[in-house]
Nanobody, 123 residues
Framework: VQLQAFGGGLVQAGGSLRLSCAAS????????MGWFRQAPGKEREFVAY????????WYSESVKGRFTISRDNARKEVFLEMRSLKPEDTAVYYC?????????????????WGKGTEVTVSS
């Protein structure tokens, strides 16, 4: 499975951005699709996941209420709407996919990674 992410860029604090990620195929390994991020000097951290087929969503506490994840299963895409962005949201955002039926928000449980897309929020 190949994941290709789009979006990202530079935005002022309080602004919005939309990330999208397209999977090359729909398999068991894309049951969960979502996003992680890695800020300079920090470890990669979970941001949000969406599951198929149930459509359940999970968010990290730091983005809950500001970010919204959605997916288009027919197009094999997942989206991340980011609002009320803060400077601490600055990071490289990675699209991620994993199989299984248990929600596991750790980088080591990811089966496939997309190339990162950079998000910079200026104060």
């Amino acid at each position: 499975v190949q994941l290709q992410a789009f979006g990202g860029g530079l935005v002022q604090a309080g602004g919005s951005l939309r990330l999208s990620c397209a999977a090359s195929e729909r398999t068991y390994s894309t049951n969960y699709m979502g996003w992680f991020r890695q800020a300079p000097g920090k470890e990669r951290e979970f941001v949000a996941y969406s599951s198929w087929p149930g459509g359940s969503t999970w968010y990290s506490e730091s983005v809950k209420g500001r970010f919204t994840i959605s997916r288009d299963n027919a197009r094999k895409e997942v989206f991340l709407e980011m609002r009320s962005l803060k400077p601490e949201d600055t990071a490289v955002y990675y699209c991620a996919a994993r199989g299984g039926v248990v929600f596991t928000p750790t980088p080591t449980a990811v089966d496939y990674w997309g190339k990162g897309t950079e998000v910079t929020v200026s104060s």
